[in-house]
């Protein structure tokens, strides 16, 4: 008599893995509703049930952080997802930034006289993408969620099919982003080949147990890795692509793609670098090192010739890249939890940042040159002094997020002997702030041209003000923000 087979099904942690249900599940949602009524989904009633759920995220991630004050750090599904606090942590930013943009994007879609609710099932898929790579504890789940971020971005970067330029930087990132993919499936597999497991924790566990003999293929598998995270988070040089989809994508769409994208790719960069590969720091450390010099100092270099807002900006995104990285080349509890206060500030600010870029883009998203923000303060003071408030915070000013943000990794740095690179970091943060401050002073000059104002619907100054109230109020106090990243710290998995 044959025996009958049986297949032994992992344990489910529902908890852990329910954020990244609500996004997929609420994005479903939508494409039923697309698929099943006569006309098209209203703006109100794609935005109304894409910010429910990520509210709902939000919610989630309070009982998550409650289950981890009484349980501790769980991971589930074979162990392939990790429920921390760093997790927890990194998926709350994600459903913050993503009800920011959300909201910019209605407003948006409105202007631009857009219909359906295709952009909010996108959003919703990449948010979902980004929320799995915050909780990935396997190679392959970093890869499963770094595919789900991209394949939605890829179609909103090309959302605006009135504009060729949207198409030519989706082809773009496509074509790049697919070369990324691949480098990083490919790295993922030498590591499998040197450790015999994509599990985070296996690796970290093989490799603190074992001399291997012949490292050259964990070497290059590591490196790969690298430069598949490089490519996600417009680290130099891998960064080529990033001013130029910044430009042609839609404005909310590259608000979209500032914060949650960093927050997804950096969440993942950290768990790879630090959780699996942390015993081979001497290993990684100098490519990271090469990495954090470039990234700071060419962004900042090159944004100093830019006149069109969005590339100023995007080049201001590499710069902050490089600062990130700074944190993971620290390698220590204080760099992690540095680099996660460097997201949780850094995600609403950039998206609060582009919402005005938004409004000022007008009718046909085109007007983004620098001229157009020439006395902006003057004409409408409270929207021109919120934007000097956030470039102010990218800069780096004192009594801003930004101030404090900059602060802690390049303390982190020098905790760990990295002083020279701490110094070069901030010689790029002292270039960023000419073209910074030169935005700024703008924003206050006199304007000799007949210049509309700029209508700012309700919804957009509402994430305007949010933006610039967590700047100034956590740049004041930053200490609830900097204790709740400490202990997510202490609550990493590694």
């Known amino acids: 008599m044959l025996a009958t087979a049986s297949i032994t099904l992992p344990s489910i942690h529902y908890l852990a893995i329910l954020p990244v249900m609500i996004l997929v599940g609420t994005s479903l949602v939508l494409i039923f509703l697309t698929s099943l009524t006569r006309n098209k989904v209203s703006q109100f009633v794609a935005t109304s049930i894409t910010c429910a759920a990520s509210l709902a995220v939000l919610v989630v991630t309070y009982f998550q952080w409650r289950n981890l004050d009484s349980s501790g750090a769980s991971t589930t599904i074979a162990h392939a997802i990790v429920l921390d606090g760093f997790s927890v942590v990194a998926t709350a930013t994600v459903a913050i930034s993503m009800l920011m943009a959300t909201l910019v994007a209605h407003d948006w879609a409105i202007r631009e006289r857009v219909v359906g609710a295709e952009y909010q099932i996108l959003a919703l898929a990449a948010s979902a993408g980004a929320v799995l790579m915050t909780q990935a504890n396997d190679l392959v789940v970093v890869f499963l969620g770094l595919e789900i971020l991209s394949l939605g971005l890829y179609v909103l970067v090309a959302f605006d099919r009135h504009r060729a330029n949207s198409g030519e930087a989706a082809l773009k990132y496509f074509l790049l982003g697919g070369f990324a ?110 990495l954090v010099v470039l990234t700071a100092v060419v962004g900042a270099s090159l944004g100093l010739v830019q006149r069109d807002a969005k590339r100023i900006l995007a080049y201001s995104s590499i710069n902050h890249a490089g600062f990130i990285l700074l944190g993971i080349w620290a390698g220590s509890v204080r760099g992690v939890s540095s680099t996660l206060f460097y997201l949780i500030t850094y995600a609403p600010t950039v998206v609060a940042t582009f919402a005005i870029v938004t409004l000022v883009g007008g009718n046909g998203d085109e007007k983004h040159s620098i001229d157009a923000y020439r006395g902006l303060a003057r004409r409408q003071p409270w929207l021109g002094a919120s934007l000097a408030v956030l470039l102010l915070s990218q800069l780096g000013a004192p009594l801003t997020t930004g101030f404090y943000a900059k602060y802690s990794v390049l303390a982190a740095a020098i905790d760990v002997g990295g002083t020279p690179i701490a110094l070069i970091a901030l010689l790029s943060a002292a270039i960023a702030a000419v073209f910074y401050l030169r935005w700024s002073t703008s924003l206050y000059a006199e304007d000799h041209l007949d210049v509309a104002r700029v209508v700012v619907p309700r919804a957009t100054g509402v994430v305007i003000g949010v933006g610039v109230a967590m700047t100034l109020l956590f740049g004041i106090w930053p200490g609830p923000l900097a204790t709740l990243s400490q202990h997510a710290t202490l609550l990493f998995n590694p």
């Open 181 to 290: 993919s691949a480098i990083f499936i490919y790295g993922a597999a030498l590591v499998y080949g040197a450790t015999g497991s994509t599990n985070l924790t296996t690796i970290s566990y093989f490799l603190g147990s074992n001399v291997l003999l012949h490292p050259g293929l964990l070497y290059a598998g590591g490196a790969l890795l690298i430069v598949g995270f490089g490519f996600k988070v417009a680290a130099v040089p891998f960064h080529l692509w990033s001013p130029d989809v910044y430009e042609g994508a839609p404005t909310p769409v590259t608000g979209f793609m500032a914060s949650i994208v960093k927050v997804g790719a950096f969440a993942a960069f950290v768990r790879v670098v630090i959780s699996a590969l942390g015993t081979q720091s001497e290993t990684w450390r100098p490519i990271l090192w090469v």
